[in-house]
Every structure is written in C-alpha cells, then in structure tokens.
C-alpha cells in the first residue's frame, strides 16, 4: 500500500549556514560597527544578542531574512516576549521547535479524517504515518495539509509505492 510519512524538522546544517550569513552581514553593516553584536547557535537555540533593544529585533528580522533565504521556516519557533536585560546586553534567544508533538499529531490526524479522503493515518512517535489504496488520495492529502492551518513547519517524506 503506498504511504508517506509527515514529519517537521529543521536541517540543522542551513540553520547553521543561515547564522553564519547573519554574522557575516553583521559585520558589514554600518549600524552594528562599534557594536557588540551577535548571534549564535547552539543545538536548536538561537541566542540574539547586542547593545539595545532596537538593534536586537533588527538581529532578528536579519536572522529571520537569512533563514528565508535558506528554506527554513521560523513558524514552530519560540521566543520569549521580553528582552532580556544584563549588565549593558540585551539579549533574547529564538528556540527552534522539530518533531510532532501528541497534541499537534492528533490535531493532523483529525484533520485528514475529517476531509473524508480514503486514507488511514496512524500517530508513530513524533511523526504520523498516512497509508491509502490510492497514490492519488496521498497526494490530496499533502496538499490539504499544505492549505491547513498548522503552527509547524511540515514535511512529507518516505513515500512508497
């Protein structure tokens, strides 16, 4: 039976390339000479930081450009309201959200058995399988998904014949 996978991750290799980008910019930037400015990565945390709050929500909107630029969705991502204030830095830290969580996962496949399309989907760790008799089902179902209104970045992956 012909299935695919849904899944949302991040490719950690354009998220780091994607930073690197924004550092380099930030250092020809007219703005930010003089400046301590950074951005850095660890693991899937974003760390933005520099000397005024206007300059951090200028790292951001950079950062969010590059990671456009790269394919990378900041849509599942999380970041505190407040700036965080210490010493003459402000900073504030973008936390990449990957893998489906059991309430978004249900939420998908209550989605797909409410479209009424001819398929099955069934809730596999942090990712949901969709099978069907039909090719031509999946592909509806990727595409109904693409229009839904989901927080996360999906992709759709493994798909067998």
């Known amino acids: ?22 550092n380099r910019e930030l250092t020809t ?13 660890k693991e899937l945390v974003v760390t933005l930081a520099s000397e005024s709050d206007f300059q951090v929500q200028q790292l951001h909107d950079i950062f969010a450009n590059h990671c456009a630029k790269r394919s990378l969705s900041l849509a599942g991502s999380e970041s505190p309201d407040e700036l965080n204030h210490s010493g003459k830095t ?51 179902t990727m595409a109904m998904l693409r229009q839904a209104d989901i927080e996360l970045p999906l992709q759709f992956e493994n798909f067998r014949d």
């Open 1 to 22: 039976m012909p299935s695919f996978d849904i899944v949302s991750e991040i490719d950690t290799v354009e998220l780091k390339n994607a930073v690197d980008n924004a």
């Open 29 to 41: 930037r007219f703005d930010f000479r003089g400046v301590d400015a950074r951005i850095e990565l």
């Open 90 to 140: 402000y900073s504030t830290t973008v936390t990449l959200k990957q893998g489906i969580d059991q309430f978004l996962a249900k939420k998908i496949v209550k989605l797909i058995k409410d479209s009424k399309l001819k398929v099955q989907s069934s809730i596999q760790g942090d990712k949901v399988r969709v099978t069907g008799k039909k090719r031509d089902d999946l592909q509806q």
